[in-house]
């Protein structure tokens, strides 16, 4: 599904360099739930900036879904995201000016799919998050959690390959976090595949594989059982 | 707390210069053209005589046929016939009374070096001196009885006195006018009266005023020709003596009253005699009798043209344009403050202090745009005066005006930050704590 | 194209777009009655005096210091006209009464029946015992002119006279007679049973009256043949001079003037380019005023729409990130602001359309203007629409360059 090989993300600023990713490698395959962990700092938002083709890296190779994202200009790169991915934050990043089903509609119109099409995936993804007799309201009337599953059936309107979660229960209470996660699991269980940055360790724990970044390097950890078996070709920093 | 607040309002504007600087313009041109279109229409339409305005009236009896006559429409005549005004100077009514017309006449300088030239003047009878509070410089109006012979006498400007006798005391001295020679009795002071409301008709009433004084007598003796209009109805004889005795209307007439009071008085004396003359023959029209006082002249002859008032309006519509234009500057600018206002909320600031922090702001604001606004007034005037003599003599900032200038920009101001100051005190003090 | 949900977001936040769409709106309605109001001041002072070549015409006012008599100023006349058509680079000279937009001369009531109560026109009168074809250069298009004979002296301070035969300009002549010839038709001066007759001999093309009305009064004249003397006023004489010489002709006219005369004379020579300036003085002014300040208008208009749109995208960095994370490429947030903007605008221009009728009504019933033809409105809703999606195309340009990366970045 997703594979990077030998990225590298520096930032530039007047006299300082940062550099947030190094020599980093990670292959995701199709109907995986993987979990990034790591400190702040680490560069996991970078990490997934990039996986979500939000920003352009340094060196090295992306490939996603048999896509090579190197040469691709910035209207190829929103032609993709568009199509394969979905996102959801941790703020929510609802629209607040637009009521759910106009907020689901966003990334459907630039799809270019005409509005019966729309209006059929819009209130199945409403109703597969439990949110379709809200329709009309507006985000400011929800409660946290709503707003979160709102932003799911938004990313999940386009039936993308490959969902990125930015801690996407981190401003949520237990009982909504749980919750959220039921739902993802949900809809990993029904194929898609799910890249989830969480600070959470007993969300960690929940699914099969956990990469830990630190120092901007992948700390590659897959879950066989009960124990952690430490598979990084890298030796740790 | 309020100077504090000044303080912070000041430092404010320094903060974000462009915006500032877009704001304080945006305002200051909207009060500028506002400030000097209405400036001379201040000047155009303010009363010349402020004192005795109440108590002047202007007599108008309609002299006309019958023929193309509408009853109820508005005359076209200003003026009325030699008769009628005549008739009201004997008639004793009011204090004084007076009548006048415009002339014009040549005068041989007695200093050879000048050509001779044309000089615009007024004859009116003696008692106009007193009654529009002309001040002499030298001498006096000519006696009761030049005026009864109508002698050859002229009262002339302080300006026309220097041109042709220098810086001396011309009384006494002959002057060549009109072909024969005048006394001159007396040379009036420098005196603006803007409008020159005694005599509407012909010319412009802004302009600078009368260059000689002759006795009305004396002017109909020599059969002085009007600078200004005559209206005739039906045909008239030839020569100057056919005139004086016809329904041309060609002279005004003004009566001083004792009170304001008078006026019913007047009036009846002047139906009174509209229906004996009615029995004479004349004023077949039988139209009513008007009479006005000085701000009921001005409006009714429309002396504050149609020009000046379409210019004062326009400007006040493009300041309401800026004015809109601020508002949204203005929220613009206290918009990106939420947090700071946030943090003085937390502090211990109340709705009200804040909505006083924010509205002693947009009066800075108002007050650096009056600033900005009365310069660039000044020189919009300036630039209008050079039109000509007359606009230059209406574009002219008083003490009232400039007042004006800054109450305008800050009542603008304030007006325009109502909304905005209103929003800033909306902002609840938790949610802009939250760094998100 | 998501219009409905751009719609949508709007009225949640109806502030920042009814402040724009009112500034386009006062601006239209303003900028619609000014420029209506400066053209149609164009128009009138673009009106021709009817003289060919009248910047080689002036006139000459001759007032002497002593009291002639009629007889003397008979003489003078007839001395002084010979005098001015001896100079040189003089090719016609007329005594005349008034002069075009001089704003000084004379007018009498028409009738075409002496029964009417009602005047039918009124005719701004110009009196001449010489052709004021020939001085003026008009252009006869019936009838003929004066005669010889036709052209009598006539003393005012003795005798009241009415021309049997008179010239009108054609404009008078439509509004009379429209549609028919007036040659040999009767005229009246005046209503009613003293009403005197007169025949129509000629028709000029058109003669601008004395006082230059702002009316359709302004076109109707009549030119009566007469050598008009011992009205007690001075002389006034019309010269037309050889085409660019009228300056050198002025001076040495005046010369010739005084030279020929025993007493002293007072000269006042002005061009009719300087009548026709002096007389739109006030409406050159106006005008200026008017167009200066529509420009303020436009500038102050399009300062606040960019100031309105840059703070939209200041305040939207975060949302306009996550639409580019969702999939909007730039030319889809491009797309988004310019709609918007461009349905403020329309708010703003149908408002103003409507506002500029009320205001133009006003205008009509409180200060005698004319009503507002509907191409202004037209012309000044196109004029706004343009200069809003050109103020807005700068911030929507700047929206579009916003990272996706805007969407995950907690600040």
């Known amino acids: ?237 | 707390m309020s100077a504090y607040y000044f303080k912070l309002g000041l430092r404010s504007l320094r903060r974000n210069p462009l915006l500032t600087a877009l704001m304080v313009i945006t305002l200051a041109v909207g009060v500028a053209a506002s400030v000097s279109t209405l400036t001379i229409l201040h000047m155009m339409s303010s009363d010349p005589i402020p004192q005795k305005s109440a108590r002047l009236f202007v007599p108008l009896i309609d002299p006309d046929p019958l023929d193309n006559y509408t009853p109820g429409e508005k005359q076209d005549d200003i003026q009325i016939t030699y008769q009628d005004a005549m008739n009201i100077l004997k008639s004793g009514l009011g204090v004084r009374r007076t009548a006048l017309y415009g002339v014009a006449g040549a005068v041989e300088p007695p200093r050879r070096e000048i050509p001779p030239f044309n000089m615009g003047g007024l004859a009116p009878t003696r008692d106009f001196f007193a009654m529009f509070e002309v001040p002499f410089a030298y001498g006096q109006p000519w006696t009761e009885a030049d005026e009864a012979r109508g002698a050859d006498v002229v009262v002339l400007s302080r300006q026309m006195a220097e041109k042709l006798f220098g810086d001396v005391n011309p009384v006494g001295r002959r002057l060549n006018l009109m072909g024969f020679p005048y006394t001159v009795v007396g040379v009036t002071e420098k005196w603006k009266m803007l409008p020159r409301v005694y005599l509407l008709q012909g010319g412009s009433p802004y302009s600078t005023g009368e260059e000689f004084f002759i006795p009305l007598a004396t002017a109909v003796r020599h059969e002085t020709q009007h600078n200004g209009g005559m209206s005739c109805s039906g045909n008239i004889g030839p020569g100057f003596a056919a005139r004086l005795a016809s329904d041309c209307t060609w002279i005004t007439a003004w009566i001083e009253a004792a009170s304001a009071g008078d006026r019913s008085e007047i009036q009846s004396w002047l139906d009174i005699y509209a229906s004996q003359q009615r029995k004479l023959g004349r004023l077949k029209r039988n139209a009513p009798n008007r009479l006005f006082d000085v701000p009921g002249w001005m409006e009714y002859t429309g002396v504050v043209g149609k020009d000046a008032k379409l210019q004062t309006w326009l400007a006040f519509g493009f300041l309401a344009l800026c004015l809109v234009n601020t508002i949204g500057l203005l929220l613009a600018k206290f918009s990106v403050r939420a947090s700071e206002i946030g943090v003085r909320r937390a502090l211990g600031a109340s709705r009200a202090e804040i909505f006083r922090q924010f509205l002693i702001e947009t009066v800075v604001v108002g007050l650096v745009g009056g600033v900005l606004g009365l310069l660039l007034a000044v020189g919009a005037l300036k630039l209008i005066g050079m039109s000509g003599k007359a606009m230059a003599n209406l574009a002219q900032m008083d003490w009232q005006m400039l007042g004006l200038t800054f109450v305008i920009s800050v009542c603008a101001a304030v007006l325009a930050g109502l909304l905005p100051t209103w929003r800033a005190c909306q902002v609840t003090p938790a949610i802009q704590l939250k760094s998100q | 194209m998501e219009i409905r949900p751009i719609f949508s977001a709007l009225m949640r936040n109806k502030t920042g777009p009814i402040l724009v769409a009112l500034q386009v709106a006062l601006s239209l309605a303003i900028l619609a009655n000014a420029l209506h109001i400066v053209n149609e001041r164009r128009d009138i002072m673009g009106r021709p005096s009817g003289m060919a070549d009248e910047h080689a015409v002036f006139r000459i006012n001759v007032r002497t210091l002593g009291n002639e008599t009629p007889e003397q100023q008979l003489a003078d006349i007839k001395r002084q006209t010979e005098v001015l058509r001896s100079v040189s680079g003089v090719a016609a000279v007329a005594q005349v009464s008034q002069m075009p937009l001089s704003t000084s001369g004379s007018n009498t009531s028409l009738a075409l029946d002496p029964r009417q109560s009602k005047e039918s026109a009124v005719g701004s009168v110009y009196v001449s015992g010489d052709s004021l074809i020939k001085t003026f250069g008009l252009k006869l298009v019936d009838g003929r002119d004066f005669l010889a004979p036709e052209l009598v002296d006539v003393n005012e301070a003795t005798e009241n006279v009415y021309p049997p035969g008179v010239i009108i300009t054609q404009p008078l002549a439509e509004k009379l007679w429209p549609g028919a010839s007036a040659v040999g038709k009767t005229m009246y001066f005046g209503t009613g049973p003293e009403a005197q007759p007169t025949r129509i001999i000629g028709v000029v093309e058109n003669l601008i009256s004395a006082h230059g009305e702002f009316n359709e009064r302004a076109m109707h004249s009549v030119l009566i043949p007469q050598r008009a003397y011992g009205g007690g006023r001075g002389t006034l004489y019309a010269v037309r001079a050889e085409p660019a010489q009228r300056d050198r002709v002025m001076k040495e006219a005046e010369t010739a003037l005084r030279k020929s005369s025993a007493l002293p004379l007072i000269l006042d020579l002005t061009t009719t380019d300087e009548d026709r300036s002096n007389k739109y003085r006030g409406t050159v002014t106006v005008s200026w005023m008017l167009v200066t300040v529509s420009l303020l208008l436009l500038v102050v208009t399009c300062c606040g729409i960019v100031g309105m749109a840059s703070l939209w995208v200041t305040q939207r960095r975060k949302q306009i990130g996550v639409r580019r994370a969702l999939g909007a490429r730039k030319i889809d947030v491009l797309r988004y602001f310019i709609v918007e903007n461009f349905m403020i605008t329309s708010a703003g221009v149908f408002g103003g359309v409507a506002l500029g009728l009320a205001l133009n009504q006003l205008l009509v019933s409180k200060l005698e203007m004319t009503r507002l033809p509907g191409g202004y409105l037209i012309a000044g809703a196109v004029v706004f629409w343009l200069l809003g999606i050109a103020a807005s195309y700068g911030p929507a340009w700047r929206a579009a360059s916003i990272s996706p990366a805007t969407a995950t970045r907690s600040v």
Do not use: C, W
């Open chain 1, 1 to 237: 599904m997703l594979r990077m090989t030998n990225l590298s993300k520096v930032y530039r600023t007047h006299m300082i360099e940062t550099h947030a990713l190094r020599g980093f490698e990670i292959e995701v395959k199709e109907g995986e739930f993987v979990t990034v962990t790591g400190p702040s700092g680490s560069g996991k938002t970078s990490f997934l900036n990039i996986a979500g083709l939000l920003e352009e890296f340094s060196s090295g190779e992306y490939i996603l879904d048999g896509v090579n994202v190197k040469g691709l200009d910035d209207n190829q790169r929103s032609r993709l995201r568009n199509e394969k991915l979905g996102f959801i934050f941790q703020g929510f990043n609802l629209i607040p000016d637009l009521n759910l089903y106009d907020n689901v509609d966003v990334p459907l119109r630039y799809r270019g799919f005409n509005a019966t099409e729309r209006k059929k995936r819009i209130e199945d993804a409403l109703a597969k998050v439990g949110l379709a007799s809200r329709m009309k309201h507006y985000p400011a009337e929800l409660s946290g959690g709503q707003q979160q599953r709102v932003a799911i059936a938004r990313a999940l309107a386009g039936t993308p390959k490959l969902l990125l979660a930015d801690e996407p229960t981190g401003n949520l209470d237990t009982a909504m976090a749980r919750g959220v996660m039921e739902l993802l699991e949900e809809i990993n269980a029904a194929g898609t595949t799910i890249l989830m940055v969480t600070h959470d360790p007993e969300l960690a724990v929940r699914t099969t594989r956990n990469v830990h970044i630190i120092d901007g390097q992948v700390s590659d950890l897959v879950r066989k059982g009960p124990t952690l078996v430490d598979t990084s070709t890298a030796a740790t920093a």
